[in-house]
C-alpha cells in the first residue's frame, strides 16, 4: 500500500486480517500505473462486457471519483476524523472538474492526494491484485532518504557513475521540493510524517509514471535526476527497466552495485534484513540483539517457538541487556505478540537501563501496538527515532474496488486504543535521539545500534532534577536547561507535564518545601503556562503560605480567564484570610 504499508484482504471466510501490514509499502501506485500504455500515459485499463481492456475515458475516472467518494465515508470507522467532510466535498469536486484535461498518470496521483487529506496512514490504495509480476515499470535504483538529503544507495550497473551520489534536482525541479510532491501522495497519520520519510525517496521517486503525474518528468517511462557526486553535478536520463522487487525494502539484488564497498563491514542490523525475526547473543556487550522485522511468520518457525528460545537466552546470568530492533517492523499481525510481551515483561532484563528499543519512521502498525504494550507494562529505554504511526490510531483496512478503472482503495474499519484516549502524542518519540547518515552507510556503521548497547543507563529528567535540587532553584532550573538542550533528548515529550508529576509525587509524599520549588522550577522555565502557577499555588496552600499561593493562583488566572480550579481557590484562600484576622 503506498502509503500505509499493509495489503488489506479478506480470508476465505470473509473476515477481514488484523493489521496486515505486510511488506509491499509504498508501492501499490506504480505496480498498478502499468496496467496500460497509450499516447495519453495509462495507469490502468478498464475492463469491457467482452473481457478485452479498454484505455479508461475521462467519464470512467469520473464514475470511480463518484463511487470512491460514496464509499469512503460508508466504510471508514471515522473518516473526518481530521479533514472536514467540506474539505473532502471541495477536493472531490475540484478533481470532478479538473479529470477532462488531465492524464491519466495525473489523475491517479489527484485521487491518492485526496485520500491522504484523510491523514490516516492505513487508508489509501492497495496492490493487490498485483500486476503481473514482469511488469518493468521501476527505474533500477535505490534512494534513500536522510535527514541532509536523498543520496543513491544502490543500483544497476547501467547507473553505477551514480552510486553514492545526492541528488539536486529531479527534472527541473529542486529536490526539496521534488520530494515534498512526492511525499503528497503517501498517506499518513495526523501530523506524522514517518510513512513519507521511509517510503518517498525508496518506493516512488524512482516510478517515472509517478513523477510524471506529479510533474516531476515529462515521460512516463523515464525520468532526469541531477545527481552531485565528489564535487561535480551530473544529469542522469534513468528509464524504468524492471519490476518492483526485495530492493525496495532491504535487499539488494546480487547484481547491483552498492554504495557501501565490499571491503567495508556490515553492521549487525544489516545482516538478516531478510528474516522476520532473530536473535543473537552478543558476549562482550552482555546483551541480546533481537531484530523484528515484521509481526508475522512468513515460513519457518511461528513467534511462539521463537519467544521461548528467546526467553531461554535472556535467563542467561551474563545477559544483562535486551536491545530490541523495530526499525524496519512495518507491521503485521498484532493478535500474535500476546506470548512475546508477556516473555519480555517477565524477563530480568526488565528494569530500566536493562531493556531497549529501535523505532524509526519505518516502524509502524502492529509494530506500533508492539512498542505501545511493551512501553506500558516494561520500563524501556527508547532510542532512534519516532515512530510512523499515532500511538492510538486507525487500521484493518478493507478493499473499494473502484469499477472502471479496477484500482484497489483501502480504508480503515477499526480505531486501535492501546493507550488513554486523552493521549493525543502523534508518535512514540524516543528518550535518545539518534540517527544514521549515509557516510555510516558507505562505512558499514550503525551509530543507533551502538548508542543502545554501549550507553550507561541514562538519567531521565527526574533524576536530573532530584540530584539538583538540594542546591537550589536556580541550579534546578540550569540543569534542566541543560538537559533539554541536549540533541540527544530533541525528542522529549511534554517536559512541562513530567516537571509537574515529579513536583505532584513529592507533595504526596509530603515533601512540601521540595514540591514548592519544582513548582517554582516548572513557572520559571514555563511562564506563560496557567498550569504551572495553579500547580505552585497548591504547593504554596499545603504549605499554609496563602498570600503566595493566592498570587499564585491569580497569574494563573491571568494566563487562562476559564480557570475554575483558580477562582475557587482564591475564594477559598481569601475567606481563610478574612477568618484569622478576625481571631
Known amino acids: 500500500m503506498g502509503a ?33 500504455a497509450s499516447a495519453r500515459p495509462s495507469l490502468v485499463c478498464a475492463q469491457n462486457g467482452t473481457g478485452s481492456h479498454n484505455h479508461p475515458s475521462a467519464e470512467d475516472w469520473r464514475e470511480d471519483l463518484h463511487f470512491l467518494a460514496q464509499q469512503m465515508p460508508l466504510k471508514h470507522k471515522r473518516l473526518f476524523h481530521t479533514m472536514t467532510e467540506a474539505e473532502f466535498d471541495s477536493a472531490v469536486q475540484k478533481l470532478d472538474a479538473d479529470i477532462p484535461r488531465l492524464n491519466d498518470d495525473q489523475i491517479f496521483v489527484r485521487l491518492a492526494q485526496l485520500m491522504a487529506l484523510v491523514q490516516d496512514g492505513h487508508t489509501g490504495f492497495d496492490l493487490r491484485p498485483l500486476p503481473p509480476p514482469d511488469r518493468k515499470d521501476h527505474i533500477p535504483i535505490r534512494f534513500d532518504r536522510y535527514e541532509d538529503g536523498i543520496y543513491v544507495r544502490a543500483a544497476a550497473p547501467e547507473y553505477a557513475d551514480a552510486l553514492g551520489g545526492k541528488v539536486v534536482r529531479v ?3 529542486d529536490w526539496k521540493d521534488a520530494i515534498q510532491r512526492v511525499d503528497s501522495i503517501e498517506s499518513h497519520d495526523p501530523d506524522n510524517l514517518g510513512e513519507p520519510l521511509a517510503w518517498s525517496a525508496k518506493t516512488t521517486l524512482n516510478c517515472p509514471r509517478l513523477l510524471h503525474g506529479l510533474g516531476l518528468s515529462d515521460s512516463a517511462d523515464a525520468a532526469d535526476f541531477v545527481i552531485e557526486k565528489n564535487g561535480q553535478q551530473r544529469t542522469f536520463t534513468m528509464k524504468a527497466s524492471v519490476s518492483m522487487g526485495p530492493w525496495l525494502l532491504n535487499s539488494i539484488p546480487a547484481d547491483w552495485v552498492d554504495a557501501r564497498p565490499s571491503t ?21 556487550q552482555h546483551a541480546v540483539y533481537f531484530q523484528f522485522n515484521l509481526v508475522l511468520p512468513l515460513g ?12 531461554t537466552a535472556l535467563q542467561a546470568p551474563e545477559i544483562d541487556r535486551l536491545v530490541i530492533d523495530m526499525r524496519n517492523n512495518t507491521g503485521g499481525d498484532n493478535t500474535l505478540i500476546r506470548n512475546l510481551l508477556v516473555a519480555l515483561i517477565r524477563s530480568k532484563q526488565n528494569h530500566r537501563g536493562g531493556m531497549y528499543v529501535l523505532t524509526g519512521p519505518t516502524t509502524f502498525s502492529a509494530a506500533q501496538n508492539f512498542v505501545n504494550r511493551l512501553g506500558n507494562d516494561a520500563d524501556i529505554i527508547l532510542v532512534g527515532a519516532p515512530t510512523a504511526e499515532n500511538v492510538n490510531f ?12 479496477h484500482l484497489e482503495a483501502a480504508v480503515s474499519t477499526l480505531w486501535w486504543q492501546d493507550e488513554d484516549p486523552r493521549d493525543t502524542r502523534t508518535a512514540t518519540f524516543p528518550e535518545l535521539a539518534a540517527a544514521d547518515t549515509f557516510a555510516d552507510y558507505v562505512e558499514g556503521k550503525d551509530p543507533v545500534l551502538e548508542l543502545a548497547l554501549t550507553t550507561p543507563t541514562p538519567p531521565d529528567i527526574v533524576d536530573v532534577l532530584q540530584a539538583a535540587l538540594p542546591r537550589g532553584v536556580q541550579p534546578t532550573v540550569d540543569a534542566y536547561q541543560q538537559y533539554v538542550s541536549n540533541p540527544v ?6 517536559p512541562e507535564q513530567r516537571v509537574n508529576s515529579f513536583g505532584y509525587q513529592l507533595l504526596s509524599a509530603k515533601k512540601i518545601q521540595d514540591a514548592i520549588e519544582v513548582f517554582e522550577v516548572n513557572a520559571r522555565i514555563h511562564p506563560k503556562s496557567s498550569n504551572a502557577y495553579d500547580s505552585l499555588g497548591e504547593g504554596y496552600a ?38 484569622v484576622a478576625l481571631r
Open 394 to 405: 486507525y487500521g484493518d483496512p478493507v478493499g473499494i474496488a473502484l469499477p472502471r478503472s
Open 489 to 494: 533528548h530533541k525528542y522529549l515529550s511534554d
Open 542 to 579: 499545603d504549605a499554609g503560605e496563602n498570600q503566595r499561593a493566592i498570587d499564585a493562583y491569580r497569574r494563573s488566572l491571568e494566563l487562562n480567564s476559564g480557570n475554575g480550579n483558580a477562582k475557587r481557590m482564591i475564594l477559598e484562600l481569601e475567606q481563610q484570610k478574612e477568618k
Open 300 to 311: 519457518g518457525e511461528n513467534l511462539d517457538d521463537f519467544t521461548k528460545r528467546l526467553a
Open 264 to 284: 567495508a563491514s556490515v553492521p549487525l542490523s544489516r545482516k538478516h534484513e531478510d528474516k522476520t525475526f532473530w536473535f543473537t547473543v552478543l558476549p562482550g
Open 171 to 173: 527534472g527541473t525541479v
Open 4 to 36: 500505509s504499508g499493509y495489503v488489506p484482504t479478506q480470508n476465505s471466510l470473509g473476515v477481514v486480517s488484523r493489521m496486515r501490514c505486510m511488506l509491499l509499502r509504498a508501492v501499490m501506485y506504480c505496480s498498478v500505473l502499468a496496467l496500460a
